[in-house]
Each structure stands twice: as structure tokens, then as C-alpha cells.
Nanobody, 129 residues
Framework: QVQLVESGGGLVQPGDSLRLSCSVS????????MGWFRQAPGKEREFVSV???????????YYADSVKGRFTTSRDNAKNRVYLQMNGMKPEETAVYYC???????????????????WGQGTQVTVSS
């Protein structure tokens, strides 16, 4: 059984930083693409970032334009976890953040929610002064 559990959400002020974690069981994260999405009330789930599976020559990442340069996704293979480091947060980034595991091998980058087979329950991030 595959389970994803996000943690690390909370209330932060504009400009602050926050790191989200996604713990995975039932699959080895280094073998799959791991994405982060977010969903604000009344809006569709929005792509944030994706981390490709480990390759001999490294690992690719891809970010939404709105977070490029401020957010970083990474992986700890020993802990089977994926992280999303968020810096310079903005009020409009208030949302529930989800991590997803994609079984797809082609179509890089995987920016569509439908490309992800498994999801966590989400963690609330609120950016407000």
C-alpha cells in the first residue's frame, strides 16, 4: 500500500520561509517522479514543482514560473522523503499543499495532476501578516 504524508505546514508572515516534508511508504521515492501541488479555496490544484527520479547523471527538477528562484524541491533517499523549501512566501500562496507520486516515465515535466497516481492528505500553509 502506498502512502504519502505531508507535514511542515503552518502560519507564516509574508517573506518568511517554510519547509514541507513528504514521507512515503510503499514505494522508493528515488525511483519515481515526485511533485508538489497546491490548492487554494475555490481554485483548481496547481502545479508547484517536480523532482525526477534518480538518474546516473543527476536528477532533474522543474518549477512553476511563479515559484522559480524561491522554492526548491529535494529528496532524502535514506529517509524516503521529499521536501519543498519555500522562501520569500507571499499571501497569494496560501493553500493546501500536496505531494504526489507519478508512475509516468515519459512526458517530462509532469505538471498535470492527472499524471500523479498517489497523493498525500495535504498540509495547510497560510501566509498572512
Amino acid at each position: 500500500q502506498v502512502q504519502l504524508v505531508e507535514s511542515g505546514g503552518g502560519l507564516v508572515q509574508p517573506g518568511d520561509s517554510l519547509r514541507l516534508s513528504c514521507s512515503v511508504s510503499g514505494r522508493t521515492v528515488s525511483n519515481f517522479r515526485m511533485g508538489w501541488f497546491r490548492q487554494a479555496p475555490g481554485k483548481e490544484r496547481e502545479f508547484v514543482s517536480v523532482l525526477d527520479r534518480d538518474r546516473r547523471d543527476g536528477c532533474n527538477t522543474y518549477y512553476a514560473d511563479s515559484v522559480k528562484g524561491r522554492f526548491t524541491t529535494s529528496r532524502d533517499n535514506a529517509k524516503n522523503r521529499v521536501y519543498l523549501q519555500m522562501n520569500g512566501m507571499k499571501p497569494e500562496e496560501t493553500a493546501v499543499y500536496y505531494c504526489g507520486l507519478s508512475m509516468t516515465m515519459g512526458d517530462w515535466p509532469a505538471t498535470l495532476a492527472m499524471q500523479y497516481a498517489y497523493w498525500g492528505q495535504g498540509t495547510q500553509v497560510t501566509v498572512s501578516s
